[in-house]
């Protein structure tokens, strides 16, 4: 019973939400995100493609996971209305060059690629205008009007096959990651001219992150993808070690007796192998080495993406039709 003296405590309903108060954001709920996703593809007869270095619960929705070349494949393929591209614009662009019937979405725009950002086509017309008669090999991390003036597109998978395959006495522009052309260089002899280009997530990982894990982990096998700046100097130590692309370091795992591996490559890729060859360890080589462009794709964008058919990515017929002859190249030869 309450005493006459003892105050009445007035306790204030909030009119709105406490979380509105404090102006926190709701976490979505994934559950819900998966299944409107879900829904939504059907509906709209949509494709997920996503790039090995996607996060895992956007490779977990993908209906197909790979290397730009395994996408390309894939987009060229598919009997789907709409394409969403869980991976970055040059992607998306090789999707709508393969496709310009199609719908193509990139769930946000900004997703770049800074190796990408280090050739232009006027670059590559420079070049041209100075070796006449050269030809121009691209790796497929270019723009489309980039692509319009190469002769082949190449991915890491392929960029060896595809050297090895031209005519000799020509002069050849490698274009535009120099990393990957030292790796082309050293297994055909092919002298070329090598565009000064690099990715930033693989030419910040050191030689000193390889041997800090290598001490950490003294089993495990070392899996270096040819793009990184490490490349050429773990070399110098391990001749005989062998670079593998995105797709080889999957066929490698499957088939070394190793139980345990160092992936010298963006952290995406571990969550692709943990997947494809269950049971094996994959440590990443630096947590850091993270591409924060990959990294845009989220689960929301990608079903606001498909709720708004938006944004998409389109290329102009002109640049398209001269683009799509060496990304046909690329996928005739590997
Ligand atoms: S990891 Fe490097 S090459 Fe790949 S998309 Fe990111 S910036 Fe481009």
Redesign the pocket.
Known sequence: MKSPNEPTLVVPRPQVPHRDLLQLQVLPDEAQLRADIERLRREKNAVILA?N?QRPEVQQMADFVGDSLGLSRQAAKTDAEVIVFA??H?MAETAAILNPEKTVLLPDLR??????DTLTAQGIRDWKAGNPGGLVVTYV?TTADVKAESDYCVTSGNAVQVVQSLPQGMPVLFAP?RYLAAHVIRETGRQMDVWDGA????EAIRPEDVQGQQAAYPDAELLIHP?CGCSSKILGTIPELQLYSTEGMIGRAKTSPAQAFIVVT?TGMVTRLEKDVPGKTFIPVSRTAC????KMITLENIRDSLVNLQPRVTVPEEIRVRALKPIERMLAIG
């Open positions: 790039h270095y991976g970055v040059f997703a770049g690629c800074s190796l990408a991390n990651d990715c930033h997530v693989h793009e963006e591409c924060e462009y990959m």
